[in-house]
């Protein structure tokens, strides 16, 4: 009885391990990196301003003309004649009009050395 008693009890010791090493596994590569990715968007969208361009998740591109609390009115189009409001949750990718000047003199630069 002894031995039976035993054996058991390391089957519930080594399906014990395989559960922890399992939650871990979850931990490392399902739960942290989603907490980051959030973090990383919560601090670009408390740093969006009147000004920046920026990309929809339903992929248009926009200028920020005024900014609330949960809400922004973004301009559309070339003529910027297309004015919408839409929520800050809405918001995938923000550029800074300092970064975009800084792209297009960049690839100016690049271009003239090709030339």
Known sequence: MNILATSTSG?????????????AFMYFFMIRPQQKEAKKK??????LAIGDTVLTTSGFYG????IDEDTLIVEFGNNRNCRIPMQREAVAAVEKPEE??????????KESKNK
Do not use: C, H, P, R
């Open 11 to 23: 089957a519930w010791g080594g399906m014990v391990i395989w559960l922890v090493i399992l939650f």
């Open 100 to 109: 975009a000047a800084a792209a297009t003199e960049k690839e100016s630069k």
């Open 63 to 66: 200028m920020v003309i005024d």
């Open 42 to 47: 919560n601090a670009m969208l408390s740093e």
